[in-house]
């Protein structure tokens, strides 16, 4: 199997056995290419049907040479839940919430880690680093413990939910606050792991971490026996989105599926450069310099996958949709109380973008709709205490208690 990192931009190639982030020419983002020909799907057809869904189940389609040698923790297999309920309450025909807080450290960053960490297992690697708004360092700072390496992240200061941060603590990685945003400790972590090769960048500028990611397309297809019309994706640094589409596109490619989903990404109204882009009809991106939203996951002002996301979006014929904090946070409320699956405030973007979409007109009804929820509740508890209804206090005395609940 031929396998080589393509530059998005001016297509230059790149063996994949090389330590690369960018491209050296023109400085764009690369992609993990493989020769379709070669991929017959009668064979990858047949075999998969008799593997349990899992990432690994398409390890065919990863680029990794040593199956001996792949670091997991039985990641991906989420559930695809059909939320009645929920559809009911929206009006909408068909709703199904792709449940990523279900993967072994509560996100879907698990996806990308397990290919990522395998790589640089495969290379040999001592140490991997990364920047975080939370659930990226409590991934790598796992898969880095079962592959026995130093981890690294930077976080920025103060602003990562508790949940998170208390996991990349237990898990051993050396945890470094920064005093600036994300998109700052970002900048440093790529500057450090160009200087230093020693050091290993597991952000999704790591075109192999895209690779893990792409499998929540190829199970969407699988557990509902063909794609969805639309996809909905919160979108931070927008390497998910971008992931996701190309699953879906190999599959397509591949012959596995005949027709091709929707993209549309959510991001929070005050750091939603990408969206922006989207509804102006603008093909790049401005940055914002203080990005601000109750959804600390995607508190992120220059996502480094902007291209590869607008192009997911715009090659899709999908787009791109804004939520206020006081809308994630309501659709929070409402996919909990309606389908009892409690999601962090930047996972329930998507309900809230569908939720938007809907009212404004701006959607089809009928559409059989996918929104993906990318980690679990419990990563942000002050969150949603913050967000419910306090509990009352009493006496340990059953009339007492009686009196409060109204039984008399
Ligand atoms: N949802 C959650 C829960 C996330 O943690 C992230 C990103 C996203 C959505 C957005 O995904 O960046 O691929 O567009 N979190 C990163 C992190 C940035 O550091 O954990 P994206």
Not at 112 to 139: D, L
Not at 206 to 224: D, H, M, T, W
Not at 293 to 298: L, S
């Amino acid at each position: 199997m031929s396998w080589r990192f393509k530059c998005i931009n001016c297509g230059s190639n790149y063996e994949i056995s090389e330590i690369i982030y960018r491209c050296r020419k023109c400085n764009d983002l690369l992609e993990v290419e493989f020769d379709f020909a070669e991929m017959t799907e009668k064979i990858w057809k047949n075999e998969w049907k008799r593997r349990p869904i899992s990432v690994w189940k398409y390890k065919e389609l990863f680029p990794v040479s040593d199956e001996s040698k792949i670091i997991t923790l039985k990641e991906g297999g989420t559930n695809l839940y059909e939320c009645g309920n929920l559809a009911e309450k929206l009006k909408l025909r068909v709703l199904h919430v792709k449940n990523e807080g279900e993967n072994p450290t509560g996100s879907f960053k698990d996806r990308g880690m397990t290919v990522g960490v395998t790589k640089a297992f495969e290379f040999g690697i001592k140490t991997v680093i990364c920047a975080s708004t939370g659930n990226t360092s409590a991934s790598l700072a796992a898969y880095a413990a079962k592959a026995k390496l130093q981890c690294i992240v930077l976080i920025p200061s103060g602003k990562i939910a508790q949940g998170k941060l208390a996991q990349a603590m237990v898990y051993g990685a050396r945890v470094v606050q920064v005093r600036g945003n994300f998109d700052q400790a970002l900048k440093t972590v790529l500057t450090l792991s160009e200087r230093h090769k020693e050091a290993y960048l597991l952000n999704s500028i790591n075109p192999f971490r895209v690779e893990g990611q792409k499998s929540l397309a190829y199970e969407i297809c699988e557990q509902l026996n063909e794609p969805p019309d639309t996809v909905i994706v919160p979108v931070g640094n927008a390497g998910n989105i971008s992931a996701i589409w190309k699953g879906f596109t190999e599959f397509y490619k591949l012959g596995l599926i005949d027709k091709l989903p929707r993209m549309i990404g959510v991001q929070a109204e005050g750091s939603a450069p990408i969206a922006q882009a989207v509804k102006n009809g603008k093909g790049t991106i401005v940055p914002i310099n203080e990005p601000e939203t109750v959804a600390t996951a995607i508190r992120i002002g220059f996502p480094v996958s902007w291209k590869k996301a607008i192009k997911a979006i715009m090659e899709s014929g999908g787009k791109a949709e804004t939520v206020t904090d006081t809308e994630i946070l309501e659709a929070q409320k409402l996919l909990a109380r309606s389908e009892g699956l409690f999601v962090e405030p930047a996972s329930a973007s998507s309900i809230a973008g569908l939720r938007k979409l809907l009212e404004a007109g701006k959607m089809d009804r009928d559409e059989v709709v996918v929104c993906v929820t990318t980690g679990h509740g419990l990563k942000d508890p002050d969150s949603a205490v913050r967000i419910s209804e306090k509990p009352s206090e009493v006496d340990a005395e059953i009339g007492s208690v009686e009196r409060l609940l109204g039984f008399s």
